[in-house]
């Protein structure tokens, strides 16, 4: 079965920092780009961070530059998002999602809820 | 960056009615855009791609018109299951989405 499957979301004290993992079955990573997408709560979409399928070509959006990183270990197949110096700004669900060829976003995974707060 | 600006924001309409959602980028895209419609608690799912490609599996009441920076995402006849908040997203340069566009069911 083609999915991906998030974890590592929880509750983290503004300034602190978060692991994600986006796990990837039925597909390997190193054929497909991928993005990390998140939501606040009651609000849209919002494009986070993208890689490319070799892991060359990473970009960010403005309101995470430098504070967030994104890598995969094909070994296990696995995509992952690093989130340092949190505020309650990030507060979101946080998606991981396939590109199709067409270059749009086929395959979504569930969300992991980042939630910062003191 | 380019901005994309969804209308309405919250739409209601009654079973079999014909529904549209305009979208609209702040500078031409082409064809570079995808629609995704989210049910509650869900994630985003893929509807239309560059502009008027129907994602396979996708019901061909939906459609998809528009090029440079007006689009149209038409329900030809709106049916329960399409509840949802509707998303337009541009990708000619990096990614972004739309406000979004709530489809209610009268």
């Known amino acids: 079965q083609v999915e991906l499957v998030e974890s590592g979301g929880g509750l983290v004290k503004p300034g602190g920092s978060l692991r994600l993992s986006c796990a990837a079955s039925?597909?390997?990573?190193?054929?497909?780009?991928m993005s990390w997408i998140r939501q606040a709560p009651g609000k849209g979409l919002e494009w986070v961070s993208y890689m490319s399928s070799s892991g060359t070509n990473i970009y960010y959006a403005d309101s995470v530059k430098g504070r967030f990183a994104i890598s995969w270990d094909k070994a296990q197949n696995s995509v992952f998002l690093q989130m340092s110096s949190l505020g309650a700004e990030d507060t979101a669900v946080y998606y991981c999602?396939?590109?199709?060829?067409?270059?749009?976003?086929?395959?979504w995974g569930q969300g992991t809820l980042v939630t910062v707060s003191s | 960056d380019i901005q994309m600006t969804q209308s309405p924001s919250t739409l209601s309409a009654s079973v079999g009615d014909r529904v549209s959602i305009t979208c609209r980028a702040s500078?031409?895209?082409?064809?570079?855009l995808a629609w995704y419609q989210q049910k509650p608690g869900k994630a985003p799912k893929l509807l239309i791609y560059?502009?008027?490609n129907l994602q396979s599996g996708v019901p061909s009441r939906f459609s998809g018109s528009g090029s440079g920076t007006e689009f149209t995402l038409t329900i030809s006849s709106l049916q329960p299951d399409d509840l949802g908040t509707y998303y337009c997203?541009?990708?000619?340069?990096?990614?972004?989405f739309g406000q979004g566009t709530k489809v209610e069911i009268k």
């Open positions: 997203q541009q990708y000619s340069n990096y990614w972004t």
């Open positions: 999602a396939r590109y199709s060829t067409s270059s749009v976003l086929d395959l």
């Open positions: 039925g597909f390997s990573f190193s054929d497909y780009y």
């Open positions: 500078q031409s895209i082409s064809r570079w």
């Open positions: 560059q502009a008027s």
